[in-house]
């Protein structure tokens, strides 16, 4: 009987070691591999067409597909009310959201078509796309401001 009281004892021991054994632990959400998460866009071909619209072109490089939608950030150019100057810091005053599926949004394998209607045909504009990871704890992908002339 004694040999049964510590058999007991010692499975009983056994058993709670590994359960707490479970409990314990560094315990986190799953985070982004920057490295496969990212993408970049570079300007390939910018024009105007029909004097108010924006033909956009980028190449999409690291994670294409883990871009969910680019905001098109535009600012006019000039001296009339709600334009900004060319020699001031960029600061856009339109903007338009282009997702996947959508019209003016198109990409095909690493090769990113925005198209934006609705600019003032007689207007210089300065542009920014920035684009949106699906995944919301990465960063925001900004390209450079480039000017659109008349």
Known sequence: MNDFIKLVAIITLAVAVFMAGCAIGHKEWPSPDVEQDEFGLKL?????????CL???FYV????????FVLLQLEPVGDGPGQGCAECPFMPRQGARLSRGE????????????SYCGLDPDTEYRFRVVGVNELS??????????VATP
């Open 44 to 52: 390939v071909k910018g024009q105007r067409q029909n004097g108010d």
């Open 55 to 57: 033909y956009l072109e």
């Open 61 to 68: 490089s690291g994670a294409r597909d883990r871009l969910s």
């Open 103 to 114: 019209a003016g949004f198109t990409l095909t394998n690493n090769i990113l078509q925005l």
């Open 137 to 146: 704890n990465l960063a925001l992908v900004q390209t450079d401001i480039y």
